[in-house]
């Protein structure tokens, strides 16, 4: 009735999940009691849940990022911790605990925090930065959204019910097929993956669509603010590569459910087809995320050093060709895996040359800062540290891009740290810089300065003293994934991340401390006219947070940085213009098709690892019926009357003409 | 002035992919028998060269792909409607990047394993070794 | 628009499917002692079968132009023609598959067979929805006539419907006629 369910699957017997379990729960349930005895549930429904408006959807998806953040960074102050104790010792975790941690540790940071944090950020701005009212398709943006949640339940799940997978991020066969690994933890994995990469791609149709086909007028491509153009970049590739994530997995799901021979051992399979296919992906997987983090520097150095971007043709140029090249290099992973010389050789020049688009884009927003009055607040900071992180990341990628240097390096620490190095300067960083820069935009107050400074030191050192001794002891012949150690050397070295390791923790609580103090001061940190920072571009030129249809009137461009020409504009005419010409705007209205899709998707996940087949055609037959009754519904807009339009609007001028007849009294 | 406006800055420039200009019936429905003909045409050759010993032997496979890659250029023009026109870059421009991946992918795996396979013993030769 | 996005979906699936076929060029040979192509394909079922659904997406392109001209009856003739050619071509397919399975060359005999029935199945997976799909848009336009969101889920049909033949043109080709000719 229940296929391979039965209470064995929770773990009674292993006290550290089962407390992480119950700890997890009770803070679940603590929620839900507070939200309903306070009344809210109405509101979330109506206003988050079923919401289709591309904000409020960028927002779930940056919360769940960082709530996610806080499960993956757990993992990893159990790594850390472990290292820095088993020398000559068991330490706190077995080997078939300490694996499904780290494996846990890579998917989650990967696929639901990198991954849904610069998605959300993308959803948030692109639209207002294109000066229009939403994406292309916004009910298919809530559907992406619910799916990449249901993949982190299923995830979060494991906990719990079951065990998830010992095999590594990648779950790379023979230890992935049914023979070595014959429990629910690689189903939890692949599953979860397939599901959260239907919505992944979902957003990524959605995204360049709308930068393709919807702009406001006068905004022709070279005029786009370069976060659109990253954005385009990014999702091209997410078009591109997602689709081979997950027939990679079909095919490894194949091999574990119907005893198929794609990469088993038997009936002539070959694991190494996985590596190659999966690195495929993989590879573009990094530059999906590391694209929309230039984005954010670009759009951040440019405001907060009052100069326009330096060498925006070249950085678009660079752009692109990061974009086609990274489809070009992905056999670095696995330079070792015996693919010969010639082969190697090829990859290894193509990885070298990748860095050059990479590095004119350093230098352009070197040049941006030169002469420019640089303002050092929390987003400007977060990009110095970037540039600086980020460069030594990217010099040991070129080193281990050289083949015989990388037969050395492969699966040693120095590699571990090479790409926490790059991923943290840029994807978290980047999250980081973009959260704080966009925050006031999303809820009208900015997050307190001090503790931002506070967190971003923090960060900062701890990422430097918990990954530079990785560096020496991968070169020192350290190997990763190693759940206890012998070798004296090592152990100094394993201590030091361990302190970094507290470090970074500390930065982490400071962001929580800063949104509790945030929200307890956000009168004193009021965003009242839409532009806390002086900025160049359009989801400035609107209120914050921007009213539903983000625009009374879809605005006019005549050129780059079309929110400074705006603001130059008006300075020069003393905002002397008639007002707008207001009329009925429609907007889409909120459906809970994709939180439906959603749910029916994970009682579909979750039932296909556990073998409950009649569960299986349920959700499947449930989810079909959710598209039909989508497709059948009559009324999909509502109107706003003018008259309201003009009210929103008139409020929001009256700021800014205040706002701007402060700065501008004569002396 | 505003929302019109911005849909049509784009529509008036675009066609949607599938889409074509001609709206007559008579016009249109040659297009699509043209397309018929001509696949079964391209489909009915491809089916003789494969069973045929008429044809040098050696060319079999390159003759089958130039037959399958016209054949479906004959659909993309005929039943999809994809031409060269301004109003169909942006369908051109999809085509052909999903069309760079997909010869990246297909080729350079098949590149790739070929290397591997010929560097490394096969997985049924080591498999007796463990015991 | 909507249609430009789901253009964007059809060549992202595409991309799926390279992924099939590249691990079908790379197993080809995988046979593990057990039949290959040459030994297994029937090219009389083959050609009925790719005759069907080159036919099916001329009648699809019918049902598109009946579409446009709002004529309900040839729309509705024209699709359940498309859809009966497609069950057709299902039916073939999977007697094709029972057989082979029933001949014990089923996928779990070798990685060759994984392949070629992971290959072609996805595409007959593909072409199951197709049909789901097509009845969905004879009932909507039944209830609903041509309104404009219809019209535009038809020309994503449509597209659809003839990205799934040119899958097969590449499927007939690689697989069954180089398959047989070797």
């Known amino acids: 009735m229940l296929g391979k369910l039965d209470w064995s699957a929770i773990p009674i017997h292993e006290p550290i999940p089962l407390i992480a379990a119950g700890a997890v729960l009770v803070i679940i349930l603590a929620v839900l009691i507070w939200a309903g005895v306070k009344g809210y549930f109405p509101y979330i429904w109506h206003e988050w849940i079923t919401s289709v408006d591309h904000k409020r959807i960028g927002v779930m998806y940056v919360l769940l990022a960082m709530v996610m953040l806080l499960r993956g960074g757990i993992d990893a102050i159990m790594m850390r911790t472990q290292l820095a104790v088993a020398y000559h010792s068991p330490g706190i975790f077995p080997p078939e605990h300490y694996d499904q941690i780290f494996s846990a540790h890579g998917t989650i940071m990967i696929f639901f925090v990198g991954m849904p944090f610069v998605i959300g950020l993308m959803n948030l701005v692109v639209p207002l930065q294109l000066g229009v009212r939403d994406v292309a398709f916004p009910t298919l943006n809530s559907v992406g959204f619910w799916l990449t949640a249901t993949g982190a339940l299923l995830v979060n799940i494991s906990l719990v019910v079951g065990e998830f997978a010992r095999t590594g991020w990648l779950a790379f066969p023979p230890l992935s097929e049914l023979s070595y690994s014959p429990g629910v933890g690689v189903d939890y994995y692949a599953w979860s993956l397939e599901i959260s990469g239907v919505g992944t791609l979902v957003a990524g149709i959605n995204l360049v669509t709308t930068v393709l086909k919807l702009r406001t007028r006068g905004m022709t491509y070279l005029r786009m603010p370069m976060f659109c153009w990253t954005t385009l970049a990014s999702n091209l590739l997410i078009i591109a590569a997602f689709p081979i994530l997950t027939a990679t997995l079909t095919m490894l799901l194949l091999d574990r459910y119907l005893g198929f021979h794609f990469f088993t051992n038997e009936g002539g399979g070959n694991s190494m087809m996985f590596m190659n296919l999966i690195w495929a992906w993989g590879h573009p997987e990094v530059y999906i995320l590391a694209l929309p983090a230039f984005g954010i520097f670009s759009e951040v150095v440019p405001t907060f050093s009052g100069k326009p971007l330096f060498g925006y043709r070249s950085m678009v140029l660079a752009t692109m060709a990061i974009c086609i090249i990274s489809f070009m290099v992905w056999l670095h992973h696995f330079f070792t895996m015996g693919a010969g010389p010639d082969v190697n050789a090829v990859f290894g020049i193509a990885s070298m040359i990748i860095a050059v688009p990479t590095g004119v884009k350093i230098y352009n927003w070197l040049f941006t800062m030169y002469g420019g009055r640089v303002r050092f607040t929390t987003p400007m900071m977060w990009a110095v540290g970037f540039m600086v992180t980020f460069i030594i990341g990217g010099l040991t990628g070129v080193l281990v891009a050289v083949p015989p240097a990388d037969f050395l390096l492969h699966n040693s620490l120095f590699l571990v740290a090479h790409f926490h190095n790059v991923i943290i300067g840029a994807v978290l960083f980047g999250a980081f810089a973009g959260y704080t820069y966009w925050f006031p935009k999303a809820f009208g107050f900015r997050l307190h300065e001090g503790w931002g400074k506070a967190s971003f030191w923090f960060t900062l050192t701890g990422f430097y003293v918990t990954f530079i001794p990785l560096y020496a002891a991968g070169m020192l012949g350290m190997t990763r994934r190693m759940q206890h150690y012998d070798v004296a050397e090592w152990r100094p070295w394993m201590i030091a991340a361990g302190v970094g390791t507290i470090l970074m923790t500390i930065g982490v609580i400071c962001q929580i401390v800063q949104l509790a103090v945030s929200i307890r001061q956000r009168d004193e940190l009021r965003d009242v006219t839409g532009d806390p920072w002086d900025a160049r571009s359009l989801e400035w030129a609107t209120a914050s947070p921007p009213p539903v249809f983000n625009f009374a009137v879809l605005p006019n461009v005549t050129g780059e940085d079309a929110y400074w020409m705006i603001k130059e504009r008006a300075r020069r005419d003393n905002l002397e213009t008639r007002e707008p010409d207001y009329r009925d705007i429609e907007m889409p209205r909120n459906s809970p098709t994709g939180f439906v899709c959603a749910f029916f998707a994970s009682v579909m996940g979750f039932a296909l690892i556990w073998h409950i087949w009649w569960m299986v055609a349920l959700g499947l037959a449930g989810a079909f019926a959710t598209f039909v009754a989508f497709a059948w519904r009559d009324h999909d807009e509502y109107v706003i009357p003018a008259q309201e339009v003009a009210r929103m609007d008139r409020a929001n001028i009256a700021e800014r003409r205040a706002a701007m007849n402060m700065v501008e009294t004569p002396a | 002035m505003s929302e019109q406006q911005v849909h049509e800055f784009h529509e008036h420039l675009d066609l949607a992919p599938g889409d074509e200009e001609e709206v007559r019936v008579g016009p249109r429905l040659v297009g699509y028998l043209i397309g018929l003909g001509l696949s079964i045409l391209l489909t009915a050759t491809s089916f003789f060269i494969a069973g045929t010993d008429l044809v040098w032997q050696p060319s079999i496979p390159v003759a089958l792909t130039v037959l399958a890659i016209a054949q479906m250029g004959v659909h993309l023009v005929f039943f999809l409607h994809i031409t060269t026109g301004p109003d169909n870059t942006n369908n051109v421009m999809a085509l052909a990047f999903g069309l760079l991946i997909v010869f990246l992918v297909v080729g350079g795996s098949i590149w790739i394993m070929a290397h591997m396979n010929h560097n490394m013993m096969q997985m049924d030769q080591i498999m007796p070794m463990q015991h | ?182």
Request: hydrophobic share 55%; net charge neutral; with cysteine.
């Open chain 3, 1 to 182: 628009m909507t249609a430009y996005g789901f253009w964007i979906f059809l060549l992202s699936d595409i991309v799926m499917f390279s992924c099939f076929f590249a691990a079908y060029g790379v197993l080809l040979g995988q046979t593990a002692g057990g039949p290959s192509g040459a030994q297994l394909f029937d090219l009389k079922n083959v050609a009925i079968e790719t005759g069907c659904l080159l036919l099916s997406s001329f009648t699809c392109g019918l049902a598109s132009i009946a579409a446009d001209v709002r004529n309900v009856r040839w729309y509705q003739l024209a699709m359940a023609v498309t859809g009966v050619l497609g069950l057709c071509f299902l039916a073939l397919e999977v007697r094709e598959f029972a057989d082979l399975v029933s001949r014990g060359a089923g996928p779990t005999r070798s990685a060759f067979l994984s392949a070629f029935f992971t290959l072609v199945g996805c595409h007959g997976l593909h072409v199951s929805a197709g049909i789901l799909w097509l009845l969905t848009m004879m009932a909507q336009v039944y209830a609903k006539g041509f309104r404009a969101d219809i019209c535009r889920r038809l020309l994503c049909f449509a597209l659809f419907w003839h990205a799934l033949d040119i899958i097969w043109v590449a499927i007939f080709s690689v697989v069954y006629l180089l398959g047989s000719a070797v």
